[in-house]
C-alpha cells in the first residue's frame, strides 16, 4: 500500500520554522500530545482513503486470497478419533489475519513513510512543532485502524462464504487480541525501522513485498507449519508473522489442533515472548535509526 502525502498534510498545529531540536525540548510535556497525535491519526486515515487503489490493494487482496484458497481448498484436516475435523479454510483463516497485520503495518509503513521521505515531507515536518511522539502514534494508531476493518472484513467474510467459526470463549478472544495489538505494534516498529534500509521511494516496494511474500509462505500461513521443510521453519522462527499465525491459530482452532503444530503445544508463553523481544527490537531500532531527512529518488 503507497500513499503520496501533500504539502497541506504536512501541517497539524503551530507555526513552521522550529527546528526539530527546538521541538524536542519541550515536547515531552506537551499539553496537548494527545489531541495532536488524534490529528495526526486523521491525517494519515485521509491520506490512506482518498487514495481508492491503495486502500483496495490493502483490504482487497487478503479477502480474494481468503476466498480463492477458501474456495481452491476445501478439504478437511482430520483429528484424533471422536474429535470434529476442521477444514483448511478455518486453518486458512488464521494465517490471513496474521498476514493481513504484516500487510496494513509492516508493508504500508515502510512503503509510506519512504515516499514521505523522498518528497521531503518528513524534512518539512522537522521544521514544525509536532512531537515525533504525536507522528508516531499517529502512524500506529492509523495502521492499529486499518488492521481492524480489515480482520472485521476477513472475519465477515469467513462467516458468510465458507461458514467459519470464531473464537469459542473469552479466553481465546482475549488471546486473539493480545497477539493481535502486539502484532500491530510490532511490525509498525520494524516497518519504521526498516525505512532506513531504503534508498528511495522507487525502491520501497521491490525491497518490501518479497520479505512479505517469502514470510507467507514459511510461516504457516498458506499451508500447514509442520508440512513445510525444517530448514524452512528454522527461518520462520526467527520472524514474527510465523509466531502470530501460531497464536491466531489457537484462538481459531479446536484444542486438539495442538497436536499438528511442533511440539504437540500451542506454545503461547513463547508466542508473546518473541513477539514481544521483537517489540523491543523494533522500538531500539526504530528509535536509533529513524532519519527524519530527505532520501534521493536518484
Not at 145 to 158: N, P, Y
Not at 221 to 229: D, K, L, M, R, S
Request: with cysteine; net charge positive; charged share 10%.
Amino acid at each position: 500500500m503507497t500513499v503520496e502525502p501533500t504539502v497541506a498534510d504536512v501541517s497539524v498545529t503551530g507555526t513552521a520554522g522550529r527546528g526539530r531540536e527546538g521541538a524536542s525540548a519541550n515536547h515531552s510535556s506537551h499539553p496537548g500530545l494527545i489531541r495532536l497525535t488524534g490529528s495526526r491519526t486523521a491525517i494519515e486515515l485521509k491520506q490512506f482513503f482518498r487514495q481508492p487503489e491503495s486502500a483496495v490493494f490493502t483490504f482487497a487482496l487478503p479477502l480474494l486470497l481468503l476466498l480463492l484458497f477458501g474456495s481452491i481448498f476445501s478439504g478437511a484436516i482430520e483429528g484424533p478419533p471422536g474429535a470434529k475435523a476442521i477444514t483448511f479454510r478455518q486453518y486458512f483463516l488464521a494465517g490471513m489475519v496474521a498476514s493481513g497485520v504484516m500487510s496494513a503495518c509492516f508493508n504500508n509503513l515502510a512503503i509510506s513513510i519512504s515516499i514521505e521521505k523522498s518528497e521531503g515531507m518528513l524534512k518539512l515536518l522537522g521544521l514544525t512543532p509536532l512531537p515525533p511522539a504525536a507522528y508516531f502514534g499517529g502512524k500506529l494508531l492509523s495502521c492499529l485502524v486499518i488492521s481492524i476493518i480489515e480482520a472485521v472484513l476477513m472475519l465477515i467474510v469467513g462467516l458468510a462464504m465458507f461458514g467459519l467459526s470464531l473464537p469459542v470463549d473469552v479466553t481465546h478472544w482475549v488471546v486473539f487480541g493480545g497477539v493481535f495489538v502486539i502484532g500491530v505494534v510490532t511490525c509498525v516498529l520494524l516497518g519504521i525501522a526498516y525505512t532506513r534500509l531504503i534508498p528511495n521511494s522507487r525502491a520501497a516496494a521491490p525491497m518490501v513485498m518479497p520479505i512479505y511474500l517469502i514470510l507467507q509462505f514459511i510461516s504457516g500461513v498458506f499451508f500447514q507449519f509442520t508440512q513445510i521443510p525444517t530448514a524452512l521453519r528454522w527461518v520462520a522462527d526467527v520472524f514474527p508473522l510465523r509466531w502470530m499465525a501460531l497464536g491466531l491459530r489457537y484462538a481459531f482452532l479446536p484444542d486438539w489442533f495442538k497436536s499438528q503444530e511442533t511440539g504437540q503445544q500451542w506454545n503461547l508463553p513463547v508466542v508473546f515472548t518473541v513477539l514481544a523481544a521483537w517489540l523491543v527490537v523494533g522500538s531500539v531500532l526504530a528509535a536509533r535509526t529513524f532519519k527524519w531527512g530527505r532520501i534521493p529518488n536518484d
